[in-house]
Every structure is written in structure tokens, then in C-alpha cells.
């Protein structure tokens, strides 16, 4: 039977996917500045065998929703919100598998810092870190950074291919294997001969210069990606070792499950990669009855205002301007349009309204809520698994960390009785331990053509081929 992989979602902020539940007598996750707040759930996460810990992030605020960011701030909508990469180091100092997904988002940083700063954290924690690739949404960010608003959705992917190629060949093309000697009797730290400058002229991004990283466990982090879009699918087939997708119904999971594999095929990719991860909530307790009751419990506390921040951020619809009893058929652009789509596959006739989208959105965001006792969360999960073809789930959280405690000492248990789910981490960088084999991308990516390769004449410099 197919192992079923769990990564935890959450995000330096205090309202990530659950809408008003900061509030909730039980929830910590106002905490998130704290160190001692992350490196408790660093150490309960390894404990549960989660394959890793999911960062997301966001440049810039949501104020799409009133044309302002006040319904953000009020509701704390992704907002304050602090930089992931300073709890990686932390982290990775308290546990000795878990992985670390981190999300940056290229449109604002060029690639030749990100890329040190990306093999830095894969040094420190041993080759347990992974990118999330993410381009930004957000027109917020594009003015914070001297902007008049961000490029459009396909040419924010455009920017992206080419960022790929620059940052793999600074992880994969300048420093041969075997170039740091570390030779004390002769004095040698590196040897220059084995060590390219990359040298590159695009539409988008100029570079001439060594990588100033040697090289890290992994050289170029484990690749994840969560773009829906058919671009963004496209760019995962691509690129991406770990996709993550929200869909709010099996039917709708499924259908993109079979369209980045029919993609990622074509790219010549390896068969197994990349696994896709869904997002899920989970609200369990040691009884159907008792699971039920938490989750009413939740629901006292979920803020419409805020889910509806978060919706009209993700969509670039003013939710505002709506009753709540307005039917989302009368919102029209594609994002919606689609949301709604994946809503209503299991129930054409279904017209929502967007108080009831609110609603759905306030405890897992655009993705599934479960709720039961640990056999009918198992059961779930398992045809979840069946039916939609994903390799793992996105753990989000309702309540910070009661969702991810009661996941750990009642479902992981379980999952493991049915011979689901692992008993003990494989030892290694991240990448052997979701794929197995090398600590290196293997040969079928993309960035492969920029590998040094350890035949052959070296040159002084090595062109990108972009």
C-alpha cells in the first residue's frame, strides 16, 4: 500500500488558513514571535514523522478587500507577518529529520543573493531544506518595493523560468565537486581551476560571477511549487520535485492531480515525481461525538471578515462590495470563477452564496475541512489517497498547536496500525528521504544541462542558455 506523506502548513503570521481562531482560548498562534513557539512545534512535528514543515509567506499586505488594509490588521489576515527564513536555523537545531519547506518569492529579490542564502540554510540544517517557488499575487508588494504594480500572472512565470536557470547554475555550475580541498599542509581552501563564474544575459536577469556558496548537501534545494493556474502547472511540471494544490472536493483534486503527472511525463521527468501534496484540515478527538463538538466549538470564533480578506487577496475581488447573500455567480474573473468551479463538481446545482464561501474558507482556506474520530479521519484520508491519485496531504491548522497535537497522538497512530505511514524517518538530506537515491536532482531535470559534469574541458565561464 502507497505511504501516505504528511507535511504541517503554516506561516510566520497569526491568522494563516483560519480565519478569526487566533482568538480561541486554546490557540497559541499569537505566539508566532517567539522562538520557543517554533521550536516546540519543530519538536512535536518530528515526532509525529512529518516529512517536513511548510512555510508559507506573502510580500505585501491584503488590501484587496475595502481598497484598504484595515480588515486585514483588524483580523490579523496573514498580517503582521515575519520572515520565514530566520526560523529554519532554530528549528533545524532542536530535530534531527524534519524537513523545512520555505517559501520565497522571486519576483523581488535577485537570484544571485537568494541563491546563497538558499545553499546557507541547506549547510546549517544538513540538507533538510526545501523552496517553495512562488511568483507573488499581491500588488501590495509590487508598490512596497519601489513598484507601480507586479507583471502580469503569465509573465510573473516567464520572470520565473528564467530565475530557475540563473540559481541553478549557481547551485549546479560553479563549483565542481572536489573543488574545496581544505588542505592545510599545502594551504589550499579551493582550487581555483575547479570553480566556474556563471555568466548570463536574459530578458530579465544579469549575472557574471561565482556562486559564493561551496557546495551544500543538496546543492539545489528540494523544489516545491504550488501554482493552480494552467501556467502554473506548466512551471511545476517543470521544475517542481513536490507540488502542493487546494481543492475543496475530490473530483476537483483529482483532475489536477492527472494534469501536472500528464505534464510532468511529457517534461521527461522521473516516474514518481513530482509528488503533489493536497491541502486538508483535520478536527478529530478520541470520538465521532467529541470531534463534532470541538469543531462546533471552533466554528464560535472563525471571522467571516477575515476569511473574506484572505478570499478577496487571493482572488483580486473586492468581497466588500457583496452581500452576504449575493450569489458568487454574479462575481465575475477568472480566479473566482474557477474557485467556484472546483466548488460545485460534486454539486452542479448548487448556487453559493458569498457568506457560505466565507464560511468554507474560514477553518482551511480553499481547501477541505475534516472532522471525526481518528478511524474516520484514517478511513478519509485513505480515500482521499484512492480516489484523487495525491501522494500526501498539507496539514493546516484550526486551532495552533491543538490541530497539529491531536494529528500526532490520535491519527498518525492509526494511520500506522493500517501500515500507512512510516514508523521511522529514512536517514539523509530531505531529498533521499522523500525520493530515495542521490542527494542531487536527478538526471531527467531540467536544471541537469547546467550540472558540471565530472568529464570534459572546464571553462572559465559557463553560459546559462537563456
Not at 517559501?103 to 544538513?126: C, I, K
Amino acid at each position: 500500500m502507497k505511504e501516505i506523506r504528511l507535511n504541517a502548513f503554516d506561516m510566520n503570521c497569526v491568522s494563516h488558513q483560519a480565519s478569526g481562531l487566533w482568538r480561541h482560548p486554546r490557540d497559541r498562534s499569537d505566539q508566532y514571535h517567539t522562538l520557543q513557539y517554533w521550536t516546540d512545534l519543530a519538536r512535536l512535528l518530528e515526532r509525529g514523522l512529518f516529512d517536513s514543515l511548510f512555510l508559507a509567506d506573502v510580500l505585501g499586505v491584503y488590501d484587496v478587500y475595502g481598497g484598504s488594509p484595515d480588515a486585514a490588521l483588524r483580523n490579523a489576515a496573514q498580517v503582521p507577518v515575519n520572515d520565514p527564513a530566520m526560523l529554519v536555523s532554530a528549528m533545524a537545531g532542536v530535530t534531527r529529520h524534519l524537513g523545512f519547506g520555505l517559501t520565497a518569492t522571486l519576483s523581488y529579490e535577485h537570484p544571485y543573493p537568494f541563491a546563497r542564502r538558499m545553499s546557507t540554510l541547506d549547510h546549517l540544517t544538513q540538507g533538510r531544506i526545501g523552496w517553495n517557488i512562488v511568483t507573488g499575487y499581491l500588488n501590495s508588494a509590487a508598490k512596497g518595493t519601489g513598484r507601480k504594480q507586479q507583471p502580469g500572472h503569465d509573465t510573473r512565470y516567464d520572470i520565473a523560468d528564467e530565475y530557475m536557470q540563473v540559481v541553478y547554475a549557481l547551485w549546479e555550475g560553479s563549483w565542481e565537486h572536489g573543488a574545496v580541498r581544505r588542505d592545510r599542509a599545502s594551504g589550499i581552501f579551493t582550487d581555483p581551476a575547479r570553480v566556474r563564474s556563471i555568466r548570463h544575459e536574459g530578458d530579465y536577469f544579469t549575472l557574471d560571477a561565482i556562486h559564493l556558496s561551496e557546495p551544500s548537501p543538496q546543492r539545489t534545494p528540494v523544489l516545491f511549487q504550488a501554482g493552480a493556474s494552467p501556467r502554473g502547472q506548466e512551471f511545476a511540471a517543470r521544475h517542481a520535485e513536490c507540488v502542493f494544490i487546494a481543492g475543496p472536493s475530490r473530483a476537483s483534486v483529482a483532475k489536477t492531480v492527472t494534469s501536472i503527472r500528464t505534464q510532468a511525463r511529457a517534461e521527461g521527468r522521473t516516474s514518481g515525481t513530482p509528488l503533489i501534496f493536497s491541502l486538508l484540515t483535520i478536527v478529530t478527538a478520541p470520538t465521532s461525538a467529541q470531534a463534532w463538538a470541538k469543531y462546533e466549538d471552533y466554528r464560535q470564533y472563525i471571522s467571516l471578515e477575515g476569511a473574506l480578506t484572505l478570499l478577496s487577496g487571493w482572488t483580486g475581488i473586492d468581497f466588500s462590495q457583496y452581500s452576504p447573500n449575493e450569489p458568487v455567480r454574479h462575481v465575475r474573473n477568472d480566479a473566482i470563477n474557477s474557485a467556484i468551479d472546483s466548488l460545485t463538481v460534486q454539486n452542479p446545482d448548487k448556487v453559493w452564496t458569498v457568506g457560505e464561501l466565507a464560511r468554507h474558507a474560514a477553518i482551511g482556506g480553499m481547501g477541505v475541512t475534516i472532522v471525526g474520530s481518528p478511524t474516520e479521519i484514517a478511513d478519509q484520508m485513505e480515500e482521499w489517497m484512492a480516489q484523487t491519485g495525491v501522494d500526501g496531504f498539507n496539514l493546516a491548522y484550526a486551532v495552533a498547536p491543538e490541530t497539529f497535537e491531536d494529528i500526532v497522538n490520535l491519527i498518525i497512530p492509526e494511520l500506522q496500525r493500517r501500515g500507512r505511514y512510516k514508523t521511522a524517518y529514512r536517514p539523509g538530506t530531505l531529498r533521499h528521504k522523500l525520493f530515495g537515491g542521490d542527494d542531487l536532482l536527478d538526471g531527467t531535470h531540467v536544471a541537469d544541462s547546467l550540472r558540471i559534469h565530472p568529464v570534459g574541458v572546464r571553462r572559465q565561464h559557463t553560459e546559462t542558455g537563456v
